[in-house]
C-alpha cells in the first residue's frame, strides 16, 4: 500500500472516530437509538442526481428521512419498487409526510424532451412524456412565450405534480389518510442555483378529492360509512 | 392538516434554508458550480431505510454520489427503475465505482427471514431475498441470534446484487473497457461504519486490467473526499 493510502487511512478513521463523537456528545444514545429502530416522520422520493442528496438538503440527519430516489422522481403505477417503498413508509414506519422533490436542471427530464433512442432508459423516460401530453397546451405555450428553458422548467413542476398525485393514487396513502389524517403529500422543486426548495404548495385534500372519482380504494371503508 | 404536520413541515423548509446557507459559506460558489452539471464519481446502491443517508455517512458534498435507494436495496434485473439509473449512472454519466450497501437491522432482511405475510406488495418485491434466504437454509440456520441471521441475509443479497450487477451487459462492457470497479459492503447502524464484503471485482486482481489501478484498488473517490475499504472496516475521508 502506497504512502499516500496510508495517510488517508489514519486521517480517516481519525475523522470517523470524530463523527461518532460529535454524535455521542450531543446525544449519548445516539447510536443506540438508531440501532434499536427508524421512526422517520418523512418519506422523501427524489433524483437521483447527485446534487441533490435527500436528508442533506433538508438539513436531517441520519434516522430522519425514509428514502427512494430514482431517475427523475418519477413515480409509475406498475413500479413494484417505488411501491413497495410508499407501502413500507406509510403502512410500517408511519410517515407523516410524504415529499416528491424534483429538481431544475434535471437529466432525466432534458432525456424526456430531447428526441434520442436511450435504450433501456426508453421505458422509463416515457412517464416523463405523459406528463408533457397531459399537459401539451400550457408546455407549448410556455414555450413559445419565454423558451426551451422556460419549459424544461415547467416540465420538472408539472412533473412533481403528477408524480405527487401518483402517490395519492396508492391504496397505502388514501387507507392511512382515512384512518389518521396523515400522510400528507408535497411536491417540491430544488434549485440547484442557491440550494433552496421551493414549495409547489400542493393542495393535498383539493388533489385527494380531485382523483377520488376515477381512483378511489377506499371501497372497503364505505361499510363503515366514512366520508373525507 | 394537524399543527404538529404542519410544524414538522415548516421545521424541514427550514432547515434547508440553513443548510443551503451554511453550505454557500463554507464553499462558496458551490452551488453555481453544481447548476453547470454533475459528474459523480461514484454510484450508490442503498437501502431506503433513514438510518443509511449514503452523503451524510460517507462524509461527501453535494455533487458526489448518485443515488438509487429501495427497499433492501434489492437489484432485480427486470426492475425497470433501478435498471434506469444503473444504465444512467454507467453509461452516460461513467462513474467509476458502484457501491451496493446493505445494513444490519433491515426490515427487508427481517420481513423475509419471518414466515409472516407482510402484505401489499412488499411481498412480491422481497421475493427474491426469500429466495436467498431458502438458497441459504443451512447457513442462516445455523446462526441462533437473530440480528445476526438477518446481518447475514444482508450480506448474501449485497453478493447476489454485486453479482447481478456483473452480469448486466453495459456494466461488463464498462468494467472491460474502462475499469469499473464493483464494491459490495455492509453498514452497521450501531456504531455507524462500514465493512468491505471484498466481493465484486474491485478487491481482485487483472480483472479490470488497468494500469495503476492496483493501488488505489481499495479507494473509492469522491470529488472531496473518499471511501476506503481496509484495516478493521471501511471509512470515509474528506480531501
Ligand atoms: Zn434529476
Ligand atoms: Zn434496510
Known sequence: MSKYLRESQSKIFANNKAWVASKVAADPTFFKKLASGQQPDYLYIGCSDSRVPANEIMGLDAGEVFVHRNIANVVPNTDLNVMSVIEYAVVHLHVKHIIVCGHYNCGGIAAALSHSDMGLLNPWLRNIRDVYRLHEKELDEVFEKHGEEARGKKLVELNVLEQAKNVIKTAAVQKSWMENRYPVVHGWVFDLKDGLLNDLEIDFEAELQGIKKIYNLEGWMSRKGSVV | MGSQAKDDF????????????????QNPGLFEKLANGQSPKILWIGCSDSR?????????????????????????????????????????????????????????CGAALSEARVGGVIDAWIAPLKALRKANAEELDAIT???????????????????A?????????????RGLKVHGCVYDVACGRMTDLKCGNAGKKGVAGVKGEEEEKKVVKGNHGMLVFGGDGASISIR
Open chain 2, 10 to 25: 415548516e421545521y424541514a423548509l427550514k432547515s434547508n434554508e440553513s443548510w443551503a446557507n451554511y453550505k454557500s459559506h
Open chain 2, 52 to 108: 443509511v443517508p449514503e452523503t451524510t455517512i460517507l462524509g461527501l458534498h453535494p455533487g458526489d454520489v448518485f443515488v438509487h435507494r429501495n427497499v433492501a436495496n434489492i437489484i432485480s434485473p427486470t426492475d425497470i427503475n433501478s435498471q434506469a439509473v444503473i444504465e444512467y449512472a454507467v453509461v452516460h454519466l461513467k462513474v467509476s465505482h458502484i457501491v451496493i450497501c446493505g445494513h444490519s437491522a433491515c426490515g427487508g
Open chain 2, 145 to 163: 441470534d437473530d440480528k445476526k441471521r438477518a446481518i447475514k441475509l444482508a450480506e448474501i443479497n449485497v453478493k447476489s446484487g454485486v453479482d
Open chain 2, 165 to 177: 450487477l456483473l452480469s448486466t451487459y453495459f456494466i461488463e462492457e464498462a468494467v472491460r473497457e
